[in-house]
């Protein structure tokens, strides 16, 4: 959780670092999912408690039946002109079952495994036999199957948004619509044991990420915009973090975006190993990302890797800690290492290929030097100690601070941030008018081969 200087301006953004790409003092992010849109004012007012999300426990998204208009016919020939009513009346009344905890599902604690891919590099053919009964071993400890079982919530859960999300939709609805459904299939007793891993990302456009709805925000999904859904999972305070893109519009005028970006994502995934170089893997997203161009009104647009965002070492409790995967080659030599956690994420734009921080902020997190900070206020220590207690270094936004029973507390907020306490993160959005997408899997690099831990039919 660095911050950057560029040109001797502090950038507060996560996870910022240089690097030796082409643009001299370019700040690249390791993105976090933060922030609220540019084009929306946010007032004080808080969201009301979420409603519990219904749905059937046997199925991980919910078949609406379809409503059945065709009239009944009496005896007599007759159409029977209530019939439609007095069905719609009995389905009204029916009540729906809630989301039950995932643990019903698999009562023995065993949770799916991810896809399997062998190591790329031929020095590590040897690992598929001679670290088998190591890997067996390691089966044991209990990560594994947290990472497995966060990546199943997941899974269900971007199901039932993928089926449920239409334009017309409030942010804000959909904000609710993952994160209860997150929890309810967690049913932990503490958002510390397991629950959402960091603020669910609907960065629209070309905004590439860290937008999530504040309290009041009236934003709602149009037609033709271009959806990251970033959502992240943990248990015991292993995060599994997969994103994906949405669109709508009827002509598929974007599919060349996805197309570019879903593959390079998933480039990078197999490029990804033990002792292979960082360079090597962005060097690899780099040329299928922009072997993609898209047209729009008639017009030509090169599709471009965002060249200041990365993917990433995730850590216990740290979305991002320590490495970060470039997708772009960058010349960095570090290589990955048995054991080690990865988000792969890649973002493709039409726009310049570079982010820069804009907009009103709604994504927060303890700072690594918290505990050091000097904190004035009676207040702002209570909020410390609230958020500590709650989120302890995961990430959270204000609707998550509303959701605990603070009020009044942006003061306060500003204070923590002022004082270095609590660490801000805007939204990062290219050139306006452009548009991005972003896909994203999480990898666990076992002694022997790969595990793409939230792979799934969709992605």
Known sequence: MAKTRTNSETVSILHTLHTNQKAPGARVYRVFRFSHHPKMRSNMSQDKEANEIAVNTTETVVSTPTDVTTAETKTDGSPETNAAPAAAKKKKNKKKKKITSIDSSYPDGVFPEGEWQEYPLEINSYRTSSEELRYLDNQRNNHWQDFRKGAEIHRRVRHKAQSSIRPGMTMTEIADLIENSVRSYAAADHTLKAGIGFPTGLSLNEIAAHYTPNAGDKLVLGKDDVMKVDIGVHVNGHIVDSAFTMTFDDDHKYDNLLKAVKEATNTGVREAGIDVRLNDIGAAVQEVMESYEMEIGGKTYPIKCIRNLNGHNIGDYVIHSGKTVPIVA??????????????????????????????????????????????????????????????????????????????????????????????????????????????????????????????????
């Open 330 to 459: 960058n010349g960095d030599m570090t290589k990955m290492e048995e054991g080690e956690t990865f988000a792969i994420e890649t973002f493709g734009s039409t726009g310049n290929g570079y982010v820069i921080p804009t907009g009103e902020c709604s994504h927060y997190a303890l700072s690594e030097e918290y505990k050091q900070a000097r904190v004035g206020t009676d207040r702002a220590k209570q909020l410390l100690k609230t958020i500590e207690s709650n989120f302890g270094t995961l990430p959270w936004c204000r609707r998550y601070l509303d959701r605990v029973g603070e009020e009044k507390y942006l003061l306060a907020l500003n204070q923590l941030v002022r004082a270095g306490a609590v660490q801000d993160y805007p939204p990062i959005t290219d050139r306006a008018g452009s548009y991005t997408a972003q896909f994203e899997h999480t990898i666990l690099l076992h002694p022997h081969k790969k595990e793409v831990v939230s792979r799934g039919d969709d992605y």
